[in-house]
T-cell receptor
Framework: SQTIHQWPATLVQPVGSPLSLECTVE??????LYWYRQAAGRGLQLLFYSVGIGQISSEVPQNLSASRPQDRQFILSSKKLLLSDSGFYLC???????????FGDGTRLSIL | AQKITQTQPGMFVQEKEAVTLDCTYDTSDPSYGLFWYKQPSSGEMIFLIY??????QNATEGRYSLNFQKARKSANLVISASQLGDSAMYFCAMSPSYGQNFVFGPGTRLSVLP
């Protein structure tokens, strides 16, 4: 069966520091991969999605970037974090069209 | 552009009663999918039910059913026989049938009362 791993579960970073969040999927090939951010008590904002290795679509301009170095690996990065980058970050995968997304457990990021 | 509206920020329901969570959407795509997710306080997103825009029948999954009214662009979630464990945030989402982007609504917080 397919599983998705996302880490770390929680992260506290100072303003201006770099960021790297990693997500990996097991048990499937060529998944579509997604990064979302969720502010407290709010809905999900799609940040990036990828349909294949090296293919990244950005939905919202920001100081974050994403990379997909391997088929089942999706990385969210920043060179210098802002206070506004705080939130709950979720990675998701899906296969094909008209299929649900399946989510990781998320990373709670706090910027100090 | 796609948009999801959930007009109920919070809902209360008595245990064992049914509850309807509203979702309206806007899209120019001729074919699309509609999804509902549950997010407990722990944060994980749990897929509940899917409805395709060309499906003739309303989707059902156990205690969950989707009241799909295409002409009105609504896709309301009905939970029958509410349980205390149903207390959570509920999100409606949509995706075009031949695209990969997803749009989520702002969510509805459901509280089930004993």
């Amino acid at each position: 069966s397919q599983t998705i791993h996302q880490w770390p579960a929680t992260l506290v970073q100072p303003v201006g520091s770099p960021l790297s969040l990693e997500c990996t999927v097991e048990g499937t090939s060529n998944p579509n991969l997604y990064w979302y951010r969720q502010a407290a008590g709010r809905g999900l904002q799609l940040l990036f999605y990828s349909v294949g290795i090296g293919q990244i679509s950005s939905e919202v301009p920001q100081n974050l970037s994403a990379s997909r170095p391997q088929d089942r690996q999706f990385i969210l990065s920043s060179k210098k974090l802002l206070l506004s980058d705080s939130g709950f970050y979720l990675c998701a995968w899906r296969i094909g069209f008209n299929q649900p997304q399946h989510f990781g457990d998320g990373t709670r990021l706090s910027i100090l | 552009a796609q948009k999801i509206t959930q007009t109920q920020p919070g809902m209360f329901v008595q245990e064992k009663e049914a509850v309807t969570l509203d979702c309206t959407y806007d899209t120019s795509d001729p074919s699309y999918g509609l999804f509902w997710y549950k997010q407990p306080s722990s944060g994980e997103m749990i897929f509940l039910i899917y409805q395709g825009s060309y499906d003739q029948q309303n989707a059902t999954e156990g205690r969950y059913s989707l009241n799909f009214q295409k002409a009105r662009k609504s896709a309301n979630l009905v939970i029958s026989a509410s349980q205390l464990g149903d207390s959570a945030m509920y999100f409606c989402a949509m995706s075009p049938s031949y695209g990969q982007n997803f749009v989520f609504g702002p969510g509805t917080r459901l509280s089930v009362l004993p």
